[in-house]
């Protein structure tokens, strides 16, 4: 009987209680590095395993399959996410791919108000202010900024985090609306009081716009300068979502000029934003880096999850999160 534990190759290292289960399993080469692996790196280092653990910014297509092998049964990714794996190639090889939903809903919908809350009263601006020595007395107009008690969300997706989100508006009796082209399909609970409509309806009343929209070929850059045209004067943009999914040059005329308030974003494109990105250079833009599920309990779930998805591919099973179930119906 062959005792030996399958290769993987984790591109990155995940938290302890996932890392745990893959050890106990599996023999695990594992990029110790901080920033993504070259591609030159993962084509090398992928040779002859049977799983992968990868992460959002590693892009996999069919070039890294082959550079695996035959032997490659399963791909896991810590992410919901899958825009960066060729899902078309890796069902046509049968190979089951992989990801984290629902854990990081709360986590990403409390991130995204804390960043409308943040872009809506100027928060980070106000820290500059004051660590720049600029506060000198109470001013009856300093530093003003947009009412969020009783505003207008329009949330664009809305799937779990975008019903996550309106949750948290209820609290601060936000009017809600939303629009969503698989809304026909989904169950919206009643007590959520959100209103379906149309994508120029909800652009032309809402004061706020959160994008929770996955990354597709229908909403690549789908905030651009036609559709922030039609956005309230004043309107702040919240993306948690994909960085893609916003022209990063509109955004940045629409904030400079004032056509927008001001956003709050946790995804840009490309990641890292470039330190002369012309986003940068602007007061009314709160950035983060990509920290929305963030939280500590949500990453060592993930890295559970993820771990249980690339145990479960090495041993043949059905993944208990899987990105592209249509791989188990093939002949």
């Known amino acids: 009987m062959n005792l030996e534990k399958p290769r993987v190759f984790i591109t990155r290292h995940v938290l302890p209680a996932g890392l745990a289960l893959i050890l106990a399993d599996c023999q695990a080469d594992i990029w110790e590095g901080e920033l993504p692996l070259p591609r030159e790196d993962l084509l090398q280092r992928i040779k002859g395993v049977a799983g992968l653990l990868s992460m959002l910014s590693d892009h996999i297509d069919g070039e890294v399959m082959d550079a695996a092998g035959p032997g490659l049964k399963v791909i896991s990714t810590y992410a919901v996410g ?195 990105s012309p986003l940068l250079t602007l007061k009314n833009l709160v950035i983060a880096p990509h920290i929305a599920s963030a939280g500590k309990k949500t990453r060592e779930r993930m890295s559970v999850m993820a771990a249980e998805n690339l145990l479960a591919g090495l041993r043949g099973e059905k993944l208990p999160h899987c990105a592209n179930p249509q791989v188990y119906q093939r002949g």
């Open 82 to 276: 899958v825009d960066n794996i060729d899902l078309v190639e890796t069902t046509r090889r049968g190979i089951p791919v992989g990801h984290t939903p629902d854990v990081l809903t709360d986590a990403t919908a409390d991130f995204a108000f804390a960043l409308l809350m943040a872009a809506a009263r100027r928060v980070v601006e106000a820290d500059r202010y004051v660590h720049a020595g600029h506060w000198q007395t109470w001013g009856p107009s300093t530093l003003l900024g947009a009412e969020v008690h009783g505003a207008t969300l329009g949330i664009v997706g809305f799937g779990r985090i975008g019903q996550a989100v309106a949750r948290r508006a209820s609290g601060f009796a936000m009017r809600v609306l939303y629009h969503d082209h698989q809304a026909d399909s989904r169950t919206i609970p009643a007590d959520l009081h959100a209103e379906p409509v149309d994508l120029d309806t909800l652009l032309g009343e809402s004061d706020f716009v959160s994008l929770h929209v996955p990354l597709t070929e229908q909403t690549l850059r789908l905030f651009d300068a036609h559709i922030f045209a039609k956005m309230k004067s004043g309107a702040i943009l919240i993306n948690t979502a994909r960085g893609a999914v916003v022209d990063q040059l509109a955004l940045y005329e629409a904030l400079f000029s004032g056509k927008l308030a001001a956003a709050g974003i946790d995804v840009c494109d490309p990641e890292p934003l470039p330190m002369d």
